[in-house]
């Protein structure tokens, strides 16, 4: 993503976020300035959303966490156990990512992936055109409620 | 390399709609799916991401009004399975399991 430093106008190729104080920013690789970063409007309603998720989920035991992934600038939000860095989860995000997307690409009409490791499961919900929520589950799918909730065909509370 | 020969018999486990077995080159083993060769590439290529990730058990791809996908490791392959329609997730899943027991894990 190329966005151009507030502060001293370099173009920037933008692969993170940082969110202070509620806003977005990104850090201008030649300055250092914290310049906004504006997501589109749907991509803030989603992140609004994710907020409400989030806090939502906390009540499901069977969520182990999650958290949201930007297919072009990496992690966004993280809801994840800390035993998993930034790093993992970026790396996990970016080859969901790509699964996912190859999958939409050759088989068409998917609207949910699942990657079984020992007795975790990961879902990747795809929100939009580059968000992706990936959720951690000792289940192999979402709980009924919140799949229901927040990701049913076509909804209110859905992302 | 595993016998191939039990995988003809995959297509009467309960829940396979169509089956595809291919090593980590993406070459077919066996198969009994349409589309094979772009199948092949899709499983392969899908396999070795799911495989970066860690040792995992199973892929699966949800799919609106079409049979979901399912991609298998098996020792040095990758077993791709399209679930028929009428059986869940959860069961073809185990289903898959017990065959890959009974005809290549005993080898």
Request: aromatic letters at 14%; one cysteine or more; charged letters at 20%.
């Amino acid at each position: 993503m190329i966005c151009f430093c507030e502060d001293c106008g370099k173009k920037n190729q933008v692969t993170f976020i940082e969110f202070s104080t509620g806003q977005a920013r990104f850090r201008c690789a030649v300055c250092g300035y914290l310049s906004p970063y504006h997501f589109n409007p749907r991509e803030n309603a989603i992140l609004e959303q994710a907020e409400i998720f989030f806090e939502e989920t906390r009540n499901f035991p069977e969520i182990l966490g999650s958290f949201l992934f930007h297919r072009d600038l990496g992690l966004l939000k993280n809801h994840m156990p800390e035993i998993l860095k930034p790093a993992d989860l970026d790396f996990l995000g970016k080859k969901l990512a790509r699964i996912y997307e190859y999958g939409q690409s050759e088989l068409g009409h998917v609207n949910e992936t699942t990657l079984c490791i020992a007795d975790k499961t990961m879902v990747v919900k795809k929100m939009g055109k580059t968000l992706f929520m990936i959720i951690a589950c000792k289940s192999s799918t979402l709980p009924r409620n919140i799949s229901e909730r927040y990701f049913p065909p076509a909804g209110p509370g859905a992302f | 390399m595993p016998n191939i020969e039990p995988f003809a018999s995959l297509l009467k486990t309960p829940g396979v709609d169509q089956y595809i077995l291919v090593d980590r080159d993406g070459k077919i083993f066996s198969q009994a799916m349409a589309e094979p060769r772009k199948m092949a590439g899709f499983v392969f290529f899908c396999g070795m991401n799911a495989q970066a990730i860690g040792k995992f058990r199973y892929l699966a791809f949800s799919r609106e009004n079409q049979g979901h996908f399912f991609i298998f490791p098996v020792g040095k392959y990758y077993l791709g399975v399209i679930k028929q329609k009428d059986i869940s997730h959860a069961v073809l899943v185990d289903n898959i399991f017990q065959f890959l027991k009974d005809n290549v894990n005993r080898q």
